[in-house]
């Protein structure tokens, strides 16, 4: 496992004091604030104590990493392990989720082998686009993994908005079903429940024998379909948000002494990283009029290949959309953490560091390779 970078470490020790994010799962945090519970001791993410204290983050590659795996991908998992849990200054270790040599690595370095848990864990977590703890929780229920609700950043009322969210959206595809002459609200609750519990039913079989679809097709579908409506919600929830930072990024400048270079890069950061703040937003509102389109042609056209077509590609289309939202919600909820009216003033090499970072979630293909792959 390589050690950190100079720069890495002073990113620890800001991620040591936030919460996680869509990006950062930040497990040292939850042992800070939750080690003492009966809950995080009965039911915990892992099984290897140093795991059980790790930080875990969705990290875009850059090109000398690329090489480390055995096929083509622009994010990784990346596990970092503190030398010094209570002096992060000292630095850490890291290790890619199925980089390779991942195997020999955990074993060498915790003695775990490959069929333990602890790798599956890490396997479907890599498997997801994003930590969003929504998608985390109900990625690693599918897995068999049940680890306690102080892992998951998830309130009550955001979980009953997103219920309510999900409910409007199946209304359609009842109402189809029902007749459009029939209360549907029971009937959209019930099914919105089976959405966001993978819960089997009659309906939910009947629309797979519409389709056409084998069930292992299906239930990846139809995970990847509750990451849709979930991101679909956490971008009209977070719209105000978004808006406010890309404003404030527009105009933040750091505390004390500023050299030409910094005062150079601070002023082409702002506009860039607007920019792509505004611009990514635009890839995930077209990733999600894909969706819409699909689903219109199920629910209102009489068109249900072209839902079937989207649950086909909805694994592949799920991974660019969680990248790309998974980005824009880290950035939004560290922000809050760091420019908060309590917080201290940022330094000049904090803020580069915060724009580099934020710079680099945001990397991607242009508008034109995303239009090509999703064919719109």
Known sequence: MPAMSDRAIRNLEHLRRSASTARVLNLLKVADDHG???EWAEKPMFQTPSLNTSLIIK????????????????????LVLPIDVNDLKTGGRFVFVNQIGFERVMLEAFGLPPEHPDIRTLRLMDQLPS?????????????????????????????AKM??????????????????DQDTSHSSARMANKILSNTPGDRLEALRLTLRLEPEQYQEGVFCWKGFLYYKWALSSLTQDI????????????????????????RRGRSVLRSNIVQTCDKVS?????????????????????FRDFLLEAPHLFTRLGDQLGAIQHIVSFWRFRFNPQSAPVQVDELIDIFMDFETGLMGRNLEDLAAEFQV
Do not use: W
């Not at 990290?59 to 990346?78: C, I, M, Y």
């Not at 219920?163 to 459009?180: C, I, N």
């Open 131 to 159: 930590l969003d703890p929504f998608l985390l929780r109900e990625q690693l229920r599918r897995g068999g993994v049940d680890a306690a609700p102080c892992y998951f950043a998830i309130s009550e009322a955001d979980l």
């Open 59 to 78: 990290h875009r590659l850059r090109r000398n990493e690329t090489d480390s795996f055995p096929g083509r991908r622009q994010v990784a998992t990346k």
């Open 163 to 180: 219920s309510a969210f999900v409910e409007r959206e199946v209304e359609p595809l009842v109402r189809m079903s029902l007749g459009a």
């Open 36 to 38: 003492h519970t009966d």
């Open 286 to 306: 077209q990733t999600l009029r894909y969706y819409d389109e699909a689903y219109a042609g199920l629910t209102t056209r009489g068109e249900p290949l072209a």
């Open 243 to 266: 808006a406010k930072v890309a404003d404030e990024v527009s105009t933040i400048s750091p505390h004390g002494p500023v050299d030409a270079s910094a005062r150079e890069y601070i």
